[in-house]
C-alpha cells in the first residue's frame, strides 16, 4: 500500500486534484476543497471544507511536499490552507468549532507567509 502511495501522489498544480490511498481506495479530492491535514499517530487525516475527512497512511511531511504554496505547517500535527483560515485568536486557528494550534517553532515562517500574501485576518494583534 505504502508503494502504491508513493506512486500516486507528485506535486500537484493548483486547482487540480490530489489522488491518495484512504481505507484500501484511490480517492481524488480537489486541492483547494482541503481545509487541513491532520496527523494522528499513525494515520494522517485529511479534512475537507465540506466537513468529510479521509484517513491514510502517508505521513505529514509527505503530504508537506505534495501540497502546493497554498498550504503551510503552522504545527507538528497540522498544515492548513492559507486562505481558508478565517480566524486567528491566542496562537490558534479557529475552523468551526476546531481549534488549530500554532507551535512556537513554525510561527516566524507562519507570519511571514502570511504577510507575504495579505492574508492576516482583520483586526486581530500579533500572535
Do not use: C
Not at 485529511?46 to 509527505?62: C, E, G, V
Not at 498550504?71 to 486562505?83: E, P
Request: charged share 30%; hydrophobic share 35%; net charge positive.
Amino acid at each position: 500500500e505504502r508503494i502504491i502511495e508513493y506512486y500516486l501522489i507528485k506535486t500537484v498544480p493548483p486547482d487540480e486534484y490530489i489522488t491518495f490511498i484512504s481505507e484500501r481506495k484511490k480517492v481524488s479530492v480537489r486541492t483547494d476543497s482541503i481545509l487541513l491535514v491532520e496527523s494522528r499517530d499513525s494515520e494522517v487525516l485529511i479534512r475537507m471544507a465540506d466537513q468529510t475527512a479521509y484517513r491514510t497512511k502517508m505521513k505529514i511531511s509527505q503530504w508537506e511536499s505534495v501540497l502546493d504554496d497554498r498550504f503551510i505547517r503552522v504545527h507538528r500535527s497540522y498544515i492548513v490552507q492559507a486562505q481558508k483560515i478565517k480566524v486567528i485568536e491566542r496562537n490558534r486557528i479557529v475552523f468551526g468549532k476546531a481549534y488549530i494550534p500554532i507551535s512556537d517553532n513554525y510561527k516566524p515562517r507562519f507570519m511571514e507567509f502570511l504577510s507575504q500574501r495579505s492574508l492576516l485576518p482583520k483586526g486581530k494583534d500579533s500572535l
